[in-house]
C-alpha cells in the first residue's frame, strides 16, 4: 500500500456539520460552553440536563433541542438515547460534563458522601457511555468525552472521595476505549485543573485565587472556554486517531518545577548543564 502524499484539509476536519452531538448537563458552566463550542463548529446540538429550564434556555442560545434527564437514572439516560436516534436517525458525538465535587477529609467520609460523589462524578458517566456507544455502533461510530479532573490524578486536599471516582472514570475511560475502538467509537477524557466555573469562583476568595494562581505554572485559573475547547477537539476529526486518553487542561499544575534548597538547585542545575 502506498503512502497518500496530498495534504489534509486541517480546517474541514475542524468542523461538525451535519454531526448530531448531546451535551449532558449543558445547562450550566463548561456544559453551556461547550454546546456553543459545538454549534459554532457547525453541529445540531441536543441539551440534556436535570434542569429543565436550564436545558431549555442553552437549547435556545444555541438553536438546538433540549432534553430533561437524571444521568444518574439508567432508563432515562437509555430512553433519552433512544429518542434522540429516532428524531435524527444518528448520535456522532456526546460530551458529558456532569459531575461535581462533595468534599471531606478521609476521617470525615460517610456512605451518603461517597455514594454522591461516585453517582454524579463516575456512574452517569459510565450510563452515559453505554448507551451511547450501542447508538453509535449502529450508525457507524462516534466519539464520547466525559470530564474528569486533576483531583483524579494527584491528592488535593479534602478531594479524596471526589478524586477517586474522578480516577476511577480515567480508568473507564482507557477500558472503554480498547472495548470499544473496533466499533468505530472513541472515548476520552478533559481532565480541567482549576477553572473559574460559577461553584469554583464562589468558593475561593480574592487571595486564595491569587494563591492557588500562584501555584499554576501559567499563573491563573482556567477558563470555561479552554476545557470546552479541549472537549470540542477531542469531537473533531482532528483527533480522529486518539482515543483512550486524558486530556490534562491545568495550566500546568500537575507538573510543577520542583522546588529545592538554593544550594542543591545550583549543583543540580551545573550537573545538568554539564553533560
Ligand atoms: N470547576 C473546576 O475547577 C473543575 C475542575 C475539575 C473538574 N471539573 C468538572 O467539570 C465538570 C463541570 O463542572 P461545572 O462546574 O461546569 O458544573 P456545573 O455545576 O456548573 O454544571 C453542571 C450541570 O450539570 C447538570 N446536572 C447536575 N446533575 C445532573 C444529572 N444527574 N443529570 C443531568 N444533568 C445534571 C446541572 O444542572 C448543571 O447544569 C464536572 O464534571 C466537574 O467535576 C470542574
Given at each position: ?24 448537563g449543558?445547562g450550566n458552566g463548561i456544559g453551556r460552553e461547550t ?19 436550564k ?42 460534563i456532569?459531575g461535581a465535587s462533595f468534599g ?43 470530564i474528569?479532573s486533576s483531583a483524579?490524578?494527584?491528592?488535593l486536599?479534602n478531594q479524596?472521595?471526589y ?29 480541567p485543573g482549576y477553572v473559574r466555573t460559577e461553584r469554583m469562583v464562589a468558593r475561593f476568595d480574592i487571595e486564595q485565587w491569587d494563591e492557588l494562581s500562584s501555584n499554576i505554572?501559567l499563573q491563573r485559573a482556567g477558563e470555561l472556554a479552554e476545557i470546552a ?20 487542561a491545568d495550566g500546568?499544575m ?22
Amino acid at each position: 500500500m502506498g503512502i497518500d502524499d496530498n495534504p489534509a484539509d486541517y480546517v474541514a476536519r475542524q468542523r461538525l456539520d451535519g454531526k448530531l452531538c448531546a451535551v449532558v448537563g449543558a445547562g450550566n458552566g463548561i456544559g453551556r460552553e461547550t454546546a456553543i463550542a459545538l454549534r459554532q463548529a457547525g453541529a445540531d446540538v441536543v441539551c440534556l440536563d436535570i434542569d429543565e429550564a436550564k436545558a431549555g434556555a442553552v437549547a435556545a442560545e444555541v438553536g438546538g433541542r433540549a432534553m430533561t434527564v437524571d444521568a444518574t437514572q439508567r432508563s432515562e439516560v437509555d430512553d433519552a438515547v433512544e429518542c434522540m436516534v429516532e428524531a435524527y436517525g444518528r448520535l456522532d458525538a456526546v460530551v458529558d460534563i456532569v459531575g461535581a465535587s462533595f468534599g471531606s477529609s478521609l476521617l470525615e467520609i460517610d456512605e451518603d458522601l461517597i455514594r454522591r460523589n461516585f453517582d454524579l462524578n463516575l456512574f452517569q458517566a459510565m450510563h452515559v457511555t453505554r448507551a451511547a456507544a450501542a447508538a453509535m455502533a449502529k450508525t457507524g461510530g462516534g466519539t464520547i468525552v466525559l470530564i474528569g479532573s486533576s483531583a483524579g490524578l494527584s491528592s488535593l486536599p479534602n478531594q479524596i472521595v471526589y478524586g477517586s471516582a474522578k480516577a476511577a472514570l480515567h480508568h473507564f475511560v482507557r477500558c472503554a476505549a480498547s472495548e470499544l475502538g473496533h466499533l468505530g467509537v472513541r472515548v476520552n477524557a478533559v481532565a480541567p485543573g482549576y477553572v473559574r466555573t460559577e461553584r469554583m469562583v464562589a468558593r475561593f476568595d480574592i487571595e486564595q485565587w491569587d494563591e492557588l494562581s500562584s501555584n499554576i505554572p501559567l499563573q491563573r485559573a482556567g477558563e470555561l472556554a479552554e476545557i470546552a475547547g479541549a472537549a470540542l477537539f477531542l469531537t473533531q476529526e482532528l483527533s480522529s486517531f486518539i482515543t483512550g486518553h486524558v486530556l490534562v487542561a491545568d495550566g500546568g499544575m500537575l507538573n510543577p518545577p520542583r522546588v529545592l534548597r538554593a544550594s542543591s538547585s545550583r549543583q543540580i542545575a551545573g550537573r545538568l548543564s554539564n553533560n
